[in-house]
């Protein structure tokens, strides 16, 4: 980094360092541009396939609970009403 090791800022003159491939860095070029735009898309594909799924599951559940429910609703012995 630094050849005085005491320097509190060798840290960050090495990210500031011209021809470094440090990820704190912008992208120089279009291509490098173009590039993470096309990764950050495929991410966000990927995030909202997941999130899809995951609302699924949960109507599923949701769905489950109610049919459960129902199931034991119908097996209670059914109480006579009372007569007038």
Known sequence: MSDNPND????????WKNGSNNPFMPPLSEEEIDRK???????EQWLN??????????????????GLHAFRQSM??????DEI
């Open 76 to 81: 209670e012995p059914k109480k006579p009403e």
């Open 37 to 43: 735009i096309t990764e950050c898309k495929t991410v």
């Open 8 to 15: 509190p800022f060798a840290f960050f003159n090495q990210l």
């Open 49 to 66: 396939m997941q999130v899809g799924m995951l609302q699924m599951t949960v109507k599923t559940l949701e769905l489950q609970k109610a």
